[in-house]
């Protein structure tokens, strides 16, 4: 009875959790990420709670934690000259950050086996990989290329064009193999 | 009988590996992360498997996996004109890229109750917290603060030396608020 009573808590919060998740499909899942997570809620014994495909993006970071602001943000490749144009026209008196993030998974799991199962074959791809709640049975996975510089200070823009350029042309080629990766991750799930 | 062979099994394996870890300790286990390190291990549930504290670095990364090598490393804060001078002498093909890690931890459990312990504990500082591995109950803890960027290709410096300077300070700022965080972390180490 116990094990009813556990299943059909996992059955129904994954219910909820993609129903909420068609919810905020049309502005917030992006396609990159969508047919990886598709894969992962096809398998009853998980369903993913959050997830991003990777980005590209300024962030302004004032003294005070939590205070943020971003200033630009991609999910695609991005542009050289749009971000030097918009460099100009920033205005504030924080530090901005230039970031590429890899993508962000976060799966429910409704067993421990279960999680065992999706942590092993996480792992072999990924280095940043790991149960974050048991209670919750929560995975956590995070691809591995990363970018942070500081880029403005004092008002101030502390690079060239031409570094804005590489650090662009870096971020960009980053970004796709951090697709290639969840690509390659994608296949994997039917070991599930 | 299960269990007390689990029992002897985990405080052979933490006897071994503090022997292991005291044999490294002169040229390995960085002073900043000693103290926390102690702590964890004078608690009879766990014990520390590797750890570094923090570091800034210059590495230069070939095509292939794998392809790296240190240029630099520092657990200390860097010295803005050492870095310079350094960096007009390096000779690589390879990109070169400037670095600063926060600390990492690698604990493990004796059971997985102690592992949800820590795990809780962890969790309440450090985004980067989660169990890597459930048949080792080991846990892996990694500090939020980052540095990285691109500053040779093709054989040239991309940055100024007055970019290198911000670089600098930025990472030095980082290591510091990365120690106070371990400092903040061992006070809570108690608790388990």
């Known amino acids: 009875m116990t094990e009813n009573f556990e299943i059909t808590t996992f059955e129904n919060m994954k219910k909820n959790t993609l129903t909420k998740t068609d919810k905020s499909k049309k502005g917030f899942i992006d396609e990159k990420i969508k047919k990886l997570i598709e894969k992962i809620n096809e398998n009853k014994n998980y369903f993913t709670t959050s ?6 993006v300024l962030i302004s970071k004032g003294k005070k934690k939590n205070e943020c602001e971003w200033l630009y943000s991609t999910h695609e490749l991005a542009d050289k000259d749009e971000l030097w144009n918009l460099l100009q026209n920033i205005k504030t008196n924080s530090e901005v950050f230039f970031k590429m993030e890899s993508f962000i998974l976060h799966v429910s799991c409704k067993t421990l086996t279960d999680a065992e199962k999706f942590l092993l ?5 990924f280095k940043r990989a790991g149960i974050i709640s048991l209670k919750k049975l929560s995975i956590e996975i995070i691809g ?30 980053k970004l796709k193999l951090n697709w290639e990766k969840m690509e390659e991750f994608k296949k994997m799930i039917y070991l599930l």
């Not at 997830?51 to 590209?56: A, F, Q």
């Not at 290329?145 to 500081?150: A, K, Q, V």
Request: proline letters at 0%; a neutral charge.
């Open 51 to 56: 997830s991003c495909s990777g980005r590209i």
């Open 144 to 173: 591995s290329y990363s970018i942070e510089t500081l880029i403005i200070k004092d008002k101030k823009i502390l690079i060239s064009k031409e570094y804005l350029d590489n650090l662009t042309d870096d971020a960009n080629e």
């Open 121 to 125: 074959i996480a792992r072999k791809l």
